[in-house]
């Protein structure tokens, strides 16, 4: 078969072997100028329509691979109308905001993970409706296991917090055995030509409440390896009962020479019974107190309506420390040194990184107190501070009698004027808010010896540069080291005492660098091992 179109294109022959077929066309008459104008057309419109395309292509979710997907999605935008793909995310919102006042039923079966959801998704055919239920109901249960796991780990925190290191426990009963079959380990201290310093003002006093012998034995140790004349340091060193032998031995057989070291028993001060501090005997023999502190901490909480920072405090509140002896005893300052005018308190959990002799010559304007505000500073959690952190302001003696906005203080390195403290009622503020929190069976307040000090020591407080005492080091893991660095004293405030497992690794050697390890009872007794 032929095709030919004549040269005028009028008419068009078709022949097949000896068939003829010839069709005559129309005239029609095309001018060169129409031609002409179809092109500028076709010229002006090519490059905005491959500009769409390329956006459209750009926009797109998935990849066009075919003219007839490309057509698909550009078709609409050349008629002027607009795809789905902004509408689909909009109607999804809207299914959600549905869903999310909704309970999940409990019947319906939550996957495990995202690859079972996804899998269940194509089997079952979820509409947009039903995978919202179900997405919604695993992020509420995978909420709930990771609430209880943190407060799991705040259980055993507590636990490990409040229990006894093997090593330590092993150091003191070595320590105690050793002080009644070697004699070295009894003799004075300190020796009794020394005894005079002891109450005399031109030195430098440190006292220390505490049961822990490596603790100890570090503040002492840090303090006198710090100091640019050690030989004026002063160190009373208080202890129970229990643990005085052991005490005792350690730094009898360890002396801190040229500095001086006295270690003494609660039961060796005459006047410090039971029965001179009712307060303590009415503390012991509460019922309501007991259980606050040896109870079940995890019966009867209701943690659903509990944080987990919340429930840790109130766990550290019920730490069994509070109900000590040794830890009241700071309130008794001027009683248990009636012949000193000054002494620096510290904590057993602090390290001394400086010279602190100029807190002696430090001028207090009157004030009883030196010590480090914590409502002023970078890190909130550990300088932000203020009563209403401490006090149940819901109660109305507390409401009526404190301000919640006014700045609390630290103990823990405190410089105090003995002889101002002997002119005011503090202690006698001190055991009034202490019975007023047992009659209303402990709602003033939830953590130990801070609040009613907070309370007593009311307008009887100089504020001091933070520099002298950096706190948070046993519960802020995030404690800038450039900040510790600097700190005259550090403390380890908080449940990671450096002397736990628990402890924060990378603060851990600003404390382990003053034990000494080399002692035969710290070696067999594998401290830190």
Not at 62 to 74: F, M, P, Q, T, V
Not at 186 to 204: I, W
Request: charged share 20%.
């Amino acid at each position: 078969m032929q095709l030919h179109i004549s040269h005028s294109m009028r008419s068009i022959t078709i022949s097949s072997n000896n068939d003829l077929m010839k069709i005559k066309i129309a005239a029609r008459h095309i001018s060169y100028r129409t031609i002409f104008h179809t092109i500028l057309i076709l010229a002006f419109l090519l490059p905005f329509v491959f500009i769409l395309t390329a956006l459209v292509t750009l926009e797109g979710v998935n990849k066009c691979s075919s003219i007839d997907c490309l057509g698909r999605r550009l078709g609409p935008k050349l008629l002027g109308r607009g795809d789905n793909s902004e509408r689909y995310p909009t109607d999804f919102y809207t299914i959600l905001d549905q869903v999310h006042s909704e309970e999940v039923p409990d019947d319906l079966e939550l996957p495990d993970n995202f690859k079972q959801l996804v899998s269940e998704m194509k089997n079952n055919k979820y509409n947009a409706k039903t995978f919202a239920l179900t997405l919604k109901g695993m992020m509420e249960r995978s909420e709930r296991e990771i609430r209880e796991s943190k407060f799991q780990e705040l259980m055993n925190k507590h636990f490990a917090a409040t229990s006894i290191p093997k090593g330590i426990h092993c150091l003191s009963l070595r320590l105690t055995d050793e002080y009644s079959s070697n004699a070295h380990a009894r003799k004075q201290l300190p020796s009794p030509e020394l005894l005079p310093l002891l109450s005399d003002n031109s030195y430098h006093h440190f006292v220390v409440f505490t049961d822990n012998i490596l603790a100890a034995s570090v503040v002492v140790s840090s303090a006198v390896r710090s100091s640019l004349r050690p030989e004026k340091i002063v160190f009373h060193v208080i202890t129970d009962k229990k643990t005085y032998a052991g005490m005792h031995s350690w730094f009898a057989l360890n002396p801190m020479s040229p500095s001086i070291v006295e270690v003494k028993g609660v039961h060796q001060f005459d006047w410090l019974t039971r029965d001179n501090i009712p307060v303590l005997e009415a503390m012991e023999n509460h019922d309501g107190v007991r259980n606050y502190y040896h109870g079940n901490h995890v019966a009867g909480a209701n943690r659903s309506a509990t944080s987990p920072r919340l429930f840790a405090s109130k766990l550290q509140a019920r730490s069994p420390k509070y109900m000590s002896l040794l830890n009241h005893l700071r309130i008794y300052l001027p009683e248990l040194f009636p012949n000193l005018d000054k002494v620096v308190f510290l904590d057993d959990d602090i390290v001394i990184q400086r010279d602190l002799s100029p807190l002696w010559d430090m001028d207090l304007g009157g004030k009883v107190n030196g010590a480090v505000e914590t409502c002023k500073g970078e890190d909130p959690w550990v300088m932000g501070k203020r009563f209403k952190i401490y006090f149940n302001f819901s109660h109305p003696r507390v409401a009526e009698s404190l301000d919640p906005e006014e700045c609390a203080w630290a103990f823990g390195m405190n410089i105090f004027d003995l002889r101002a403290w002997r002119k005011t009622d503090i202690r006698e503020t001190y055991h009034s808010w202490l019975k007023e929190n047992l009659k209303s069976n402990l709602t003033l307040w939830r953590l130990g010896t801070l609040p009613p000090a907070l309370i007593a020591f009311r307008g009887y407080v100089h504020p001091i540069d933070p520099s002298w005492h950096m706190l948070g080091l046993g519960y802020q893991n995030n404690t800038s080291i450039e900040s510790v660095k600097k700190a005259a004293v550090i403390h380890y405030n908080g449940q990671s005492k450096p002397w736990l497992e628990i402890g924060y690794e990378h603060l851990r050697p600003f404390w382990s660098k003053y034990v000494n390890y080399s002692n035969e009872f710290v070696k067999n007794c594998h401290i830190l091992e």
